[in-house]
């Protein structure tokens, strides 16, 4: 059986497992972003809670995906639970370092502008600060995305849904029928949506940062 038979001959199971993980990886990611963008503006205007906050998720960073589904197995057992909780934790990372990063780079003389004509701190956060820094920020949701969607797959280990199913069931009984294709139908799934993603991420970019042009003019005659 070709790759193509088998895709259309299970071509309701593999759509289901593909919606299953796009919502899985949307839902943990925006749970991600907004605990992020949190952390990193209650701890980027002082320097240790933001080096303690990034070096922590950090830390949960360097745990490899396998161990860390596996420790979760304990407490939470198997199925949604440990897979949404690795992949809210792997893609904190990036959001909160871009959070930090991005407001920490904020020129202080427009915050000194905005406080100079009245603005509160929050106001000031809210109308100046997080706007400058959120091509920053979602730079770092991207990179969080494209995290969560590997780790989505790997998610399957502990009986996670999505396209992990189709990698996992086909390396489990590599060299029988249609093993091959099961994992490269879940290797492409997770690609292709992986792309989708991303594109739409840089239309949500391109809707959401103002274009810079350069003023030009010129002497009329």
Excluded: K
Aim: charged letters at 10%; hydrophobic letters at 55%.
């Amino acid at each position: 059986m070709t790759l193509w038979e088998y895709v259309e001959d299970r071509w309701d199971l593999i759509a289901f497992e593909t919606l299953q993980h796009a919502s899985m990886v949307a839902q943990c990611v925006l749970v991600a972003a907004v605990l992020g963008v949190l952390i990193g503006v209650a701890t980027y205007r002082r320097a240790r809670p933001s080096a303690f906050a990034m070096a922590a998720a950090g830390v949960l960073f360097t745990v490899p995906s396998l161990a860390m589904l596996g420790l979760l197995i304990p407490p939470l057992g198997l199925g949604v639970a440990p897979a949404v909780t690795a992949i809210v934790l792997y893609a904190l990372l990036p959001i909160v370092r871009n959070t930090v990063v991005g407001l920490q780079g904020v020129d202080p003389l427009l915050v000194d502008a905005a406080r100079g004509i009245g603005m509160s701190r929050r106001r000031s956060l809210a109308r100046v600060e997080l706007p400058l820094a959120w091509p920053v920020i979602l730079t770092g949701i991207r990179v969080a995305t494209q995290l969560a969607m590997g780790i989505g797959a790997v998610a399957a280990f502990v009986s996670g849904p999505g396209l992990g199913e189709q990698i996992f069931s086909g390396l489990a009984r590599l060299g029988g029928a249609n093993a091959v294709n099961a994992t490269l139908t879940g290797t492409i799934g997770v690609a292709i949506l992986a792309l989708i993603f991303d594109g739409v991420f840089v239309l949500i970019g391109r809707l959401t940062t103002p274009s810079r042009r350069p003023a030009t003019g010129g002497a009329r005659g």
